[in-house]
Nanobody
Framework: QVTLVESGGGLVQAGGSLRLSCAASGRTDSNYAMGWFRQAPGKEREFVAAISRSGISRFYTDSVKGRFTISRDNAKNTVYLQMNSLKPEDTAVYFC?????????????????WGQGTQVTVSS
């Protein structure tokens, strides 16, 4: 069992930056790939970014490429999402996700563990 706790959300103006963090606790010795998803009001949860256990493999949805960067610090059991050049359409609740076979979690069905979510609001 893994518990994921996100932090770092908030309100920011368009063009600004935020860094989300996701701290994992519990059975963190497994080969977890990690990811970030987001869900806007009235919409389905969607994939944002994912990173392999080693950090070598990363994958992003097209709408955030060049603006968001996913990274991890395995010594701290923490995953980050650096978000730059934020747009109002990035407004959503952002969820941290873990997949326990080191396959990049790019779909909701591939996720084994979820965090509780953190709100990101980008004003125009």
């Amino acid at each position: 069992q893994v518990t994921l706790v996100e932090s770092g959300g908030g309100l920011v103006q368009a063009g600004g930056s935020l860094r989300l963090s996701c701290a994992a606790s519990g059975r963190t010795d497994s080969n977890y790939a990690m990811g970030w998803f987001r869900q806007a009001p009235g919409k389905e949860r969607e994939f944002v970014a994912a990173i392999s256990r080693s950090g070598i493999s990363r994958f992003y949805t097209d709408s955030v490429k060049g603006r968001f960067t996913i990274s991890r610090d395995n010594a701290k059991n923490t995953v980050y999402l650096q978000m730059n050049s934020l747009k109002p359409e990035d407004t959503a609740v952002y969820f941290c996700a873990a997949e326990n076979h080191d396959f990049l979690p790019t779909t909701v069905s591939a996720v084994d563990y979820w965090g509780q979510g953190t709100q990101v609001t980008v004003s125009s």
